[in-house]
Each structure stands twice: as structure tokens, then as C-alpha cells.
């Protein structure tokens, strides 16, 4: 280990138990949960294999009357639900890392619709989570209620221990959980002591630390995570007035300070809107209240940033989620001056709306993520080749340079032939949108692995031909040839394209664009109609672009939201606040019926009225079409034994988010030269309930 970051790695005692080292795993959500406890278990002991000293679970709910379903969290509601936690303290302390649990409560967040009991909360109020728009409200807790919360916390506590854990949280954060509430002026509208000043407001949060190192303390670690502020201004815990005080008066009673911003979308913003350490300002004032270690995350991948916020006295733990995510294995690199190997997270949050979607975590720099159990596969290392064979790859966007790095790192021969001049594919025009600067990460970590190999040669300028393939006489080839966007307008929305009604009428149409035009440099003017039917971030990016450019931007969706899926990045809120600000008119809940001449005809999806738009240009970001061409080229080669193994991979398969064109990439890789994957299995391991046997 290079000297120079030794500070990292110095052990750091937290209340009874010891650090390894100042890398630390904050909670994060992983779409697994109590469903999954052997590919969590698997996935958190990867962290800790790969250095990280500190791993914990995700928000686990201690009872019942805090049921977030249908979201898959941690669940510690009875002795029943020890093993699955168990397994996870167990499989992370196997690597001497410690293992830490955040015990949840989540008051006016839980609906609970699964459990169908009362929510309950400081105040009778409608339930803020799920949609944000259930039909459900809480019940004022009386005395009784707050005492049997107490009683749930501490008997979680105890079970928590039993499970292994070293470090034990109170949880306080992220606007989500019963004591946040409590503190919180915006839930908490008593009159008794638990409401009013701020002394009384903390008095739960207090209570349950109390209890809690009453309770395990002896043994585990209390944690306190907390959201120093909500960014909210007056109506919000802020962390100059508020914030400061909380952790002025609970200074020395947790054994570790956990401190952030709130809500999840602030504390996990993505990095179209904050950049690596977005957090110190608001938690930087924490170290100077308490002697207790201080935790805390701002998406920090950079070694030296890290460094820094432990020799400047910010820090004493560099807490991550997401880089954890992206790269298991930092840490060790850090550790063994592999600093270029880290792979660095984008900011992207595709692991976040894996939480939000309810599916098994994934991460668009890390396929291996969440395949640990049910594939087997471990972040950094590969099965070898299993033969001599060289192997062609046609396309060097992300799926075709992730096939060609793990098949490298497998130690197979590798060919790379990109047509462009540049390697990268579509996320190097991606990056260079607003605010998607660090999205080039994916393109760069790999470029840079590839060029490390000397197993593999990249050929730029180089679009093959069928001829071509067969000439060279390669016997195994991927394809990976990406897709380009759909001019006709045709979509989900669109089934039958969007007609061009002046063409029809014999006047000018009006010019169409698609992205890939933005990209080669071919930009709109003037008036600009940008139809979104991708609803992910394009549309909306390309919107910003364009008004920077100075067009005057209309955005027709026909969703009720712009940029709509974007909600699960937790990005959405942020898009639609850009886009007015930079004055694009949104036009959501319409679809364009036709192009005519100078203007577009609008229609409501509720009415189905139509109204005319006027534009001087048409942007389409509807569906893409492959550009599978070369590979149906090869087909009869194949089928003529002239090739023995032909791919289709990426985009070209079937366009999707970058994370899938990576996991497509690695999974050609890791499943080259195997035996064929039998077509009727699943091909990877499920978990399922276990079901009593029949006694009859
Ligand atoms: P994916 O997301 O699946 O990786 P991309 O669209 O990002 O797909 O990348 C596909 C890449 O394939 C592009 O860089 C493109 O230039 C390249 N490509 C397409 N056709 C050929 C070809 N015939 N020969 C070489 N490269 C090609
Ligand atoms: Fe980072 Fe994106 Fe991976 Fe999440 S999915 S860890 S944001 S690269």
C-alpha cells in the first residue's frame, strides 16, 4: 500500500466495537431485501471482500405498523426473521468487515398495506409514502403507543444482536422514519412532551438511543443516522439552525454519527445535479459537536477527496453507497495502488430505480451487481479461457467494450472494430449533454482496461462488412452495432409513425430530427417540438440543450409527467424544475397526430381535441431501431458452419438503458466457450419460499 493513503486504513474504534479501516458501506436499498437474504447476503459480502469495513443492510422495519410494502426492505419483525439477517452478518464478518443494521420505523411514511394495520405517527395526517398519494392516514400515537414503540425498537435491538450485527442504528432520516417525524415540526402538531419545542420533539430519537445502548450496547455499536437537513428552508430541519441543535443536544449519546441530507432524492441526487462531495457543507459543522466518529457520503470515488475529508477533520469514515455499489472492490485498490482500476460510479442512479422498480439491485459500471448468488459471478474475477479461441467483436459502445474487457480479462484473443473513429458508442455523444459529463466513466474504465491487455487490439475507422468477417477468417463473433433513433416517429404511443400531413397536402414538411442528428452536430432551430415517447432523460436533456441553444423548446409527452420514468433515478422533480426554469413549454398528456406545414397538430390523450401547434422543426426521441443488419448478414454463415458461434448483443439486440447494453456485454463473456445454456432453463438461481412439505 502506497503511504500516501494509509490515513485510510488506520482502525478506528466505534464504541465497543472496531473498524478495519475508514471505508464504510452506509444502508442502502437493493430491491432484495427479506425476498432475497442469499443474494443479499452475497452481494454485501462482495463489499466486504473487496475492503469495504464497514457493510450494512438496508432500512429494516422492526414491526409491522411500518410496512412499506410493496417495496422489498430488510424486515426484523419477529425471531422468524433472524436467519435471513443472519446470513448477511455472517457472510460480511467472514472478511473482517464489521456488519451494521439500520432498524426502521416508518411512521406517516408506511400505508402499510400489507399488513393492514393503523399507520400510525405524531399526528393524525395522510400517509406521505408509497405513491405520495394514498388513501391512507395515520393515527395520533397516545402514551401507550409511544411506549410499545419503545418496547418494538429495543426487542429489534436485542434481535439484531443475536443476529450478529456490531453496529445497531437509530434511524432519523431521509424524512422517512417514525423519530424523524417526531422531530420534525411539518409531522408533529402536539401539545404533550413530545411536541412543541424542539427539546420535546427530539425527546423519541432520544429515548430509543437510550434504549437502545441499554439494551446491546454492551456489545454492538449504536449508530445515529441523521439528516442534518432537508433542504426544505424554514419548513425542514436545516442544518444552521435545527440540524446543529439536534446533534448539539444528542452529542455524546450514539457511538457513531451518521450524518446526511434528506430526503432520499437530495441524498442520493444523481450527477446531472450534484457533483462528488455535494454533502460537506451541510454536515462539515458534525465533528465539531461530538467526540463520536462521524460518517459521511457525497458519491465520493476519488481516493485524495477521501483523504482529505479524514486529514481536514470532516470525516472519520468515507461513507458510500453508490461507489460501493459500482465498485465493490475500491478499498483494495486504493490499497494495493491500483487507483486507475477503480471503477468509478456515474451518478446515473439506474441502482436506486432498481429499488424503486421492486427488482434486484442493479448498477450500469458494475454488471455484476446483484448477480453474485443467482449467477455466481464475483466482481473482479472471471472464470479463464476455456480454449485458444479468438474471438471478433463488431462495435465498441458499452456492450461491445464490457465483451471485449471481460473477455480479455479472461485471456481470450480479442479483436475490436469500431466503424467510428472514437470509441464509446452512443454514451461518448451522451456525455457530452448537459450535466451527463461523468456518464463517459462507462466508456473511459473500460477503454482504459482494454488498453492494459495486450490479449486485445482495437481497431478504429474500421465498419465491417459480412465479406469482411468471413475474409478474416474469425471463427467467434460478437455483434454489438448499437441502434439508431427512429425517424418515422414510430413508438409506443405511435404505433402506425406520425404522418406528415404537408408532404401529403404537396407543401414543405417540416424538417425532422432524431437524436442521433444532436449528436453528428445537426442541430434544430428556431421553434423546436420535441417528441418524447423513451420517457427516460433524453427528451428532457435534449430539451435543455436546445434551449440553451437558444430554440424555443415545446415538450409533448404523452405521459403525465415529463421525463417520467426519470421518477425512479429520483431525478424527475429535478428535470422538470431545469426545464421551466430554462422557459421549455411542457406539454404533457399529448401526442403530436400529425406534422403539417410550418406547425404540428396536438392531441389531448383525456379528450382526444386537437389544437395546432406552430414549429419550424420536429425533434423524435420515439423508438430505436436495431442496427442488426450485419448480424443476419452472418446468419447463413453460421448456419453454414463457416462461423462457430455468432452474437447479438447490446443495443442491436434489443435497445435498452446502458446498464443492460453492459450486462448483455458481460454475460456474451462470461457464457463464451461454455457449454450451451440449456434454452428451456432459467439459467440463473431463484429464491423461493419454502413451502411446509405435504404431511398427506
Ligand atoms: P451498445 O449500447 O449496444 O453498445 P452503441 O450504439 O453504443 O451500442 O454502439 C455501437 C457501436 O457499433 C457504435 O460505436 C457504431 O459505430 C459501431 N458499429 C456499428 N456498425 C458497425 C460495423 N459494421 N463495424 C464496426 N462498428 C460498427
Ligand atoms: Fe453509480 Fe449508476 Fe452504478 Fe448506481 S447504477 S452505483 S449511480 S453507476
Given amino acids: 500500500m502506497s503511504s500516501r493513503y494509509a490515513p485510510l486504513f488506520s482502525p478506528l474504534r466505534i464504541g465497543p466495537v472496531t473498524a478495519p479501516n475508514r471505508f464504510y458501506q452506509v444502508p442502502h436499498c437493493n430491491g432484495m431485501g427479506y425476498r432475497m437474504p442469499q443474494a443479499l447476503a452475497a452481494m454485501r459480502a462482495m463489499k466486504a471482500q473487496g475492503g469495504w469495513g464497514v457493510v450494512c443492510t438496508e432500512e429494516v422495519e422492526i414491526h409491522p405498523s411500518g410496512d412499506i410494502a410493496p417495496c422489498f426492505e430488510g424486515r426484523l ?166 440540524g446543529r441543535d439536534v446533534v448539539a443536544m444528542l452529542a455524546e449519546l450514539p457511538d457513531l454519527w451518521d450524518v446526511n441530507i434528506s430526503g432520499w432524492s437530495n441524498d442520493s441526487a444523481s450527477s446531472r445535479f450534484a457533483k462528488e462531495g455535494y454533502q460537506e457543507p451541510y454536515i462539515r459543522f458534525v465533528k465539531a459537536l461530538t467526540s463520536k466518529p462521524v460518517v459521511g457520503v457525497g458519491r465520493y470515488t476519488s481516493p485524495d477527496h477521501m483523504l482529505s475529508l479524514i486529514k481536514s477533520g470532516v470525516l472519520d469514515l468515507i461513507g458510500a453507497a453508490r461507489p460501493s455499489i459500482a465498485d465493490p472492490f475500491l478499498p483494495n485498490k486504493i490499497r494495493d495502488d491500483r487507483i486507475d482500476d477503480i471503477r468509478e460510479c456515474i451518478g446515473c442512479n439506474i441502482c436506486v430505480a432498481s429499488d424503486n422498480k421492486l427488482i434486484p439491485i442493479r448498477c450500469t459500471q458494475n454488471p455484476t451487481m446483484g448477480e453474485e448468488w443467482r449467477r455466481g459471478w464475483h466482481a473482479e474475477t472471471i472464470a479463464p479461457a476455456a480454449s485458444d479461441n479468438s474471438v471478433l467483436i463488431i462495435g465498441g459502445g458499452p456492450a461491445g467494450l464490457e465483451a471485449a474487457r471481460a473477455l480479455g480479462q479472461r485471456g481470450y484473443a480479442v479483436t475490436l472494430a469500431e466503424a467510428a473513429i472514437e470509441l464509446g458508442g452512443h454514451v461518448r455523444h451522451l456525455a457530452k449533454l448537459p450535466g451527463l459529463a461523468e456518464w463517459r466513466r462507462v466508456i473511459d474504465w473500460r477503454i482504459g482496461q482494454l488498453q492494459k491487455m495486450a490479449n486485445v487490439n482495437l481497431y478504429l475507422d474500421s465498419k465491417l462488412s459480412a465479406e469482411q468477417v468471413l475474409e478474416f477468417g474469425f471463427q467467434h463473433v460478437l455483434i454489438a452495432t448499437g441502434a439508431h433513433w427512429r425517424r418515422d416517429g414510430r413508438g409506443r404511443s405511435y404505433p402506425f409513425g406520425i404522418a406528415d400531413a404537408a408532404a401529403n397536402a404537396g407543401a414543405n414538411a417540416l424538417p425532422r430530427y432524431t437524436p442521433d442528428d444532436v449528436y453528428a452536430g445537426r442541430l434544430p432551430s428556431g421553434q423546436v417540438v420535441i417528441v418524447d415517447d423513451d420517457h427516460y432523460f433524453l427528451a428532457g436533456v435534449l430539451a435543455e440543450k436546445l434551449a440553451a441553444a437558444g430554440c424555443r423548446v415545446t415538450l409533448v409527452t404523452s405521459a403525465p409527467l415529463v421525463s417520467y420514468w426519470s421518477q425512479y433515478t429520483l431525478e424527475q422533480a429535478g428535470i422538470q424544475r431545469r426545464l421551466l426554469e430554462q422557459g421549455v413549454t411542457l406539454r404533457t398528456q399529448h401526442t403530436v397526430a400529425n406534422i403539417g406545414e410550418q406547425q404540428v397538430q396536438l392531441v389531448c390523450t383525456s379528450t382526444g381535441r386537437s389544437e395546432s401547434l406552430a414549429c419550424d422543426a420536429v425533434l423524435l426521441v420515439t423508438d430505436r431501431l436495431q442496427d442488426d443488419t450485419l448480424y443476419h448478414a452472418l446468419r447463413p454463415a453460421l448456419e453454414r458452419g463457416q462461423l462457430s458461434s455468432l452474437r447479438l448483443i447490446g443495443d442491436a439486440e434489443a435497445p435498452q438503458i446502458i446498464a443492460q447494453a453492459v450486462f448483455s456485454g458481460h454475460l456474451a463473456a462470461r457464457e463464451f466457450d461454455t457449454d450451451p445454456v440449456d434454452e428451456e432453463a432459467v439459467g440463473f438461481r431463484i429464491e423461493r419460499a419454502a413451502v411446509p412439505s405435504s404431511t398427506g
Fill in 77 to 242: 419483525w419477529s425471531d422468524d426473521d433472524i436467519a435471513g439477517l443472519q446470513l448477511m452478518a455472517s457472510s460480511v464478518k467472514q472478511h473482517g468487515a464489521l456488519a451494521g443494521i439500520q432498524l426502521v420505523h416508518n411512521g406517516v411514511d408506511a400505508p402499510n398495506w400489507y399488513s393492514r394495520l393503523a399507520p400510525i405517527g405524531p399526528t393524525a395526517m395522510g400517509v406521505i409514502g408509497g405513491s405520495g398519494y394514498e388513501p391512507v392516514q395515520t393515527r395520533r400515537m397516545d402514551k401507550r403507543d409511544i411506549a410499545q414503540f419503545r418496547r418494538w425498537h429495543r426487542a429489534a435491538a436485542l434481535r439484531a444482536k443475536r443476529a450478529g450485527f456490531d453496529i445497531v442504528y437509530c434511524y432519523a432520516g431521509h424524512g422517512l422514519t417514525l423519530p424523524f417525524h417526531f422531530l420534525s415540526r411539518r409531522f408533529n402538531d402536539r401539545t404533550d412532551e413530545y411536541g412543541g419545542a424542539l427539546e420535546n420533539r427530539v425527546r423519541l430519537l432520544r429515548e430509543i438511543l437510550e434504549d437502545t445502548q441499554d439494551a446491546i450496547g454492551d456489545r454492538c455499536a449504536v449508530a445515529l443516522r441523521f439528516a442534518v437537513d432537508e433542504l426544505l428552508g424554514r419548513d425542514g430541519i436545516e442544518a444552521d439552525s435545527e
